[in-house]
Nanobody
Framework: QVQLVESGGGLVQAGGSLRLSCAAS????????MGWFRRAPGKEREFVAA????????LYADSVKGRFAIARDNAKNTVHLQMNSLQVEDTFVYYC?????????????????WGQGTQVTVSS
């Protein structure tokens, strides 16, 4: 079992930046592929970004490519999502997720563990 706790959400103006963090409970954190998803009320989660256990490979949704960056610190059992040039359309609840699957999964069902989510609101 892996417990994930997100932090760093909040209210920001369009064009601003936020850095989300996700802390994992297990020391085997370094063996998990980590991902970030986001969800609007009443809708399914959508993929945002993923990073392999080593941190060498990353993948981004087209909608955030060039603006968001995912990174991990295995020594601190944390993964981060740096979000720049935020737009009103980036307003969602953001979730951290972990999976033992290899590669860079983009489907919600491929992830085994989820955090509780953190709200990001971008105002115009």
């Amino acid at each position: 079992q892996v417990q994930l706790v997100e932090s760093g959400g909040g209210l920001v103006q369009a064009g601003g930046s936020l850095r989300l963090s996700c802390a994992a409970s297990r020391r085997t954190f370094s063996t998990y592929t980590m991902g970030w998803f986001r969800r609007a009320p009443g809708k399914e989660r959508e993929f945002v970004a993923a990073i392999t256990w080593s941190g060498i490979s990353t993948l981004y949704a087209d909608s955030v490519k060039g603006r968001f960056a995912i990174a991990r610190d295995n020594a601190k059992n944390t993964v981060h999502l740096q979000m720049n040039s935020l737009q009103v359309e980036d307003t969602f609840v953001y979730y951290c997720a972990a999976t033992v699957a290899g590669g860079l999964p983009t489907r919600e069902r491929d992830y085994d563990y989820w955090g509780q989510g953190t709200q990001v609101t971008v105002s115009s």
